[in-house]
Every structure is written in structure tokens, then in C-alpha cells.
């Protein structure tokens, strides 16, 4: 099971970028995939997430501005990002979840259940300028 992002990179604040996340070796629908995000010196925190059942979860601080959503066709799972701040800078990481967790969207809220998701992509750096 594998998960590589791309898409990150430099904005202004203002601005958009659209993640994506080609996942392979699993049927997107059967997890629930997601996004945390790490910035410096900050603990992961869970950004957005799309459960097996179609539950859907913002993290309070992207409601209205990030929107998460997924081509299982294509193996494909996509954050778009606008309006973006600089508190948004972090390395954004996709992310999946199996299972009868992965039918909520329970570990992405917060900081405190990071360690439970199961599989993790390398990262993308995401920075915004001001």
C-alpha cells in the first residue's frame, strides 16, 4: 500500500494550491483517506478527512476553505486549498485508515490519534508567504 503526494510548493497568502494523493495497492473506498499536516516545532494535526462511508471532516481552523474529495477510479485523492494563511504552512501528509475506524473520520480530529492512522505518505511541503 503506497501514497505519494505532490502539488504542494511557495503561495501567498490569499492564494490556493490543490494537493493530490496517488494511493495504490488499495480501493480508496474501502478506507477512509486523509490529510495532517505538521508544522514546525507543532504536534500532527488532522486537517480533513473522507470516511468508507462517505463522512466527511474539517478540522476548525480549514471549515470553508479546504475541500477534500476523492477519484477512486483513478486511485486519486485531492485537498483543495483556498485562501490560504500563513498558519497554513506545514508539511501536509495524505494519509489512509482500514477498517472499522476508517468508516468515521474519529483519529483525524485533533492531534491525539496520529499515531493510529496507519499509513502515511512521504509529505509536501506547503508554504505561505505574506
Known amino acids: 500500500l503506497q501514497l505519494v503526494e505532490s502539488g504542494g510548493g511557495l503561495v501567498q497568502s490569499g492564494g490556493s494550491l490543490r494537493l493530490s494523493c496517488e494511493v495504490s495497492?488499495?480501493?480508496?473506498?474501502?478506507?477512509?483517506v486523509g490529510w495532517f499536516r505538521q508544522a514546525p516545532g507543532k504536534e500532527r494535526e488532522g486537517v480533513s478527512c473522507?470516511?468508507?462511508?462517505?463522512?466527511?471532516y474539517y478540522a476548525d481552523s480549514v471549515k470553508g476553505r479546504f475541500a477534500i474529495s476523492r477519484d477512486s477510479a483513478n486511485g486519486m485523492v485531492f485537498l483543495q486549498m483556498n485562501n490560504l494563511n500563513t498558519e497554513d504552512t506545514a508539511v501536509y501528509y495524505c494519509?489512509?485508515?482500514?477498517?472499522?475506524?476508517?468508516?468515521?473520520?474519529?483519529?483525524?480530529?485533533?492531534?491525539?490519534?496520529?499515531?493510529?492512522?496507519?499509513?502515511w505518505g512521504e509529505g509536501t511541503q506547503v508554504t505561505v508567504s505574506s
Open positions: 494519509t489512509a485508515l482500514p477498517g472499522f475506524w476508517g468508516r468515521q473520520c474519529t483519529y483525524y480530529r485533533g492531534t491525539y490519534y496520529a499515531g493510529l492512522v496507519d499509513y
Open positions: 473522507l470516511s468508507s462511508l462517505g463522512t466527511v
Open positions: 495497492g488499495f480501493a480508496p473506498d474501502d478506507y477512509a
